[in-house]
């Protein structure tokens, strides 16, 4: 009876060894690959970061410029309200007569 129950013990043990063995092998690969993932993913944030900073400097160069074209316009425009009205053939500055 002993000798059964010892035999059927070892067995047991022996099978729930190599079961913890082939989870453990299988947690190791799964690291692996989550280490690979994540390096994969700290190079595309690194190109994203790279791209937006080179997208940036366009964008940001671009609006300089319409913000440049903006304050001559409204330069122009205030120089062509404020300008004085020119009156055209009298020297005087009265206005000219009917004939």
């Given at each position: 009876m002993t000798?059964?129950?010892?035999f059927?013990?070892?067995?047991?043990?022996?099978t729930l060894?190599i079961?913890?063995?082939?989870?453990?092998?299988?947690?190791w690969q799964i690291?692996?690959e989550v280490?690979q993932?994540?390096?994969?993913?700290?190079r595309?944030l690194?190109?994203?970061?790279?791209?937006s900073?080179?997208?940036?400097?366009?964008?940001a160069?671009v609006n300089q410029f319409f913000?440049?074209v903006?304050?001559?316009?409204?330069?122009?425009?205030?120089?062509?309200?404020?300008?004085?009205k020119?009156?055209y053939?009298?020297r005087?500055?009265?206005p000219l007569?009917?004939s």
């Amino acid at each position: 009876m002993t000798s059964l129950a010892q035999f059927l013990l070892v067995i047991v043990i022996t099978t729930l060894t190599i079961l913890v063995s082939v989870v453990a092998v299988q947690v190791w690969q799964i690291l692996a690959e989550v280490r690979q993932a994540m390096k994969k993913l700290n190079r595309v944030l690194d190109n994203t970061q790279t791209i937006s900073e080179t997208t940036a400097k366009p964008i940001a160069a671009v609006n300089q410029f319409f913000s440049e074209v903006k304050e001559l316009v409204n330069q122009t425009e205030e120089g062509i309200i404020e300008e004085p009205k020119h009156h055209y053939f009298h020297r005087s500055g009265l206005p000219l007569r009917p004939s």
